[in-house]
């Protein structure tokens, strides 16, 4: 993972809304956004949904919906003959929650004492992906607990100290609004939380892992006159696991983007119920 750029949040900043472009649909069409009056200073105004496009995404759903009841129904007629019919079906498995409650123990805050199982390797990646993913990270303190709880013991130290310079550099704390301490500006409400949406081993041996998180992140400052507004971000995140004899224990990871899903006209909102939102629904401890 580079640490060039800001954990779970990327790019610069577009511009003015009246200068800003998009390709609609992959064609050659640009649609401008002009200024919508005053809004909220958090995120700005933005245009209501369009009613032609809601009701394509109804009956666009709706015609999907059918569909795969007829081919649920279908899938159990033994007289088909076609090839299609005789192919191998995939594992539903790979990807289906396992209903195993999660750990109780807890380290730091930390779900913690996973078993030594491919599950358990899966749920210590996304409850580790949590920890580091929280604004506990921009907190001196409570960075070197997470780290020092999710890392191997021969790796924490080194990860330390890499960390420790990122999140204390005052360049980067002023680049994402923050004050030098890490803390958020008066009247603003800073927000670092990752979302998991699944997980997969790619490899495991019993005494080593290898596993992908999918997940979503919010990140910014929430409040007025908020230069950094809270935003949504897609990354893949895959994690080096080695089992140290009582836990699943972090040695490496890599982050890239995506796969990001095609954003929804919902207005965006505002300062106050972003953070409320925030600080009323609490994480989970994950299972796989």
Do not use: C
């Not at 472009?21 to 809004?39: A, I, K, M, V």
């Not at 109804?58 to 019919?85: K, Q, W």
């Not at 680049?175 to 699944?198: E, K, M, W, Y």
């Amino acid at each position: 993972m580079s640490f060039d750029d800001e954990p779970g949040h990327g790019g610069g900043d577009p511009g003015p809304a009246d200068d800003r472009f998009s390709t609609l649909g992959g064609t050659r069409q640009t649609r401008t956004r002009l200024p919508e009056g005053t809004g909220d200073s958090y995120g700005g105004a933005r245009r209501p949904p369009r009613n032609t496009r809601s009701l394509v995404m109804v009956v666009g759903v709706v015609v999907l919906l059918v569909a795969a009841i007829a081919f649920a129904n279908r899938g159990g007629d033994s007289g088909s003959t076609s090839d299609a019919g005789n192919a191998k079906k995939p594992d539903a498995q790979s990807t289906a929650a396992t209903g195993t409650k999660p750990v109780d123990g807890k380290q730091s805050g930390i779900a913690s004492g996973f078993p030594q199982t491919e599950q358990g390797a899966q749920s210590a990646a996304v409850n580790y992906l949590v920890a580091l993913g929280s604004d506990g990270m921009y907190n001196t303190s409570r960075r070197h607990d997470i780290v020092n709880t999710v890392y191997a013991p021969d790796v924490a130290a080194a990860r330390l100290g890499d960390l420790d310079k990122v999140y204390s550099g005052k360049d980067f704390l002023s680049r994402i609004g923050l004050n030098p301490d890490g803390t958020a500006p008066a009247g603003q409400a800073f927000i670092s939380r990752a979302n998991p949406v699944g997980s997969k081993a790619d490899k495991f041996d019993g005494t080593t892992a290898s596993v992908s998180v999918w997940n979503s992140s919010l990140f910014g400052l929430a409040g007025e006159g908020s230069k950094n507004p809270v935003s949504e971000s897609w990354f893949t995140n895959t994690f080096q696991l080695k089992w140290t004899g009582t836990d699943w224990k972090i040695t490496d990871f890599t982050q890239k983007d995506g796969p990001a899903p095609v954003g929804r006209d919902q207005a965006a909102a505002p300062a106050k119920d972003m953070t409320d939102a925030v600080e009323q629904f609490g994480g989970f401890t994950y299972a796989r």
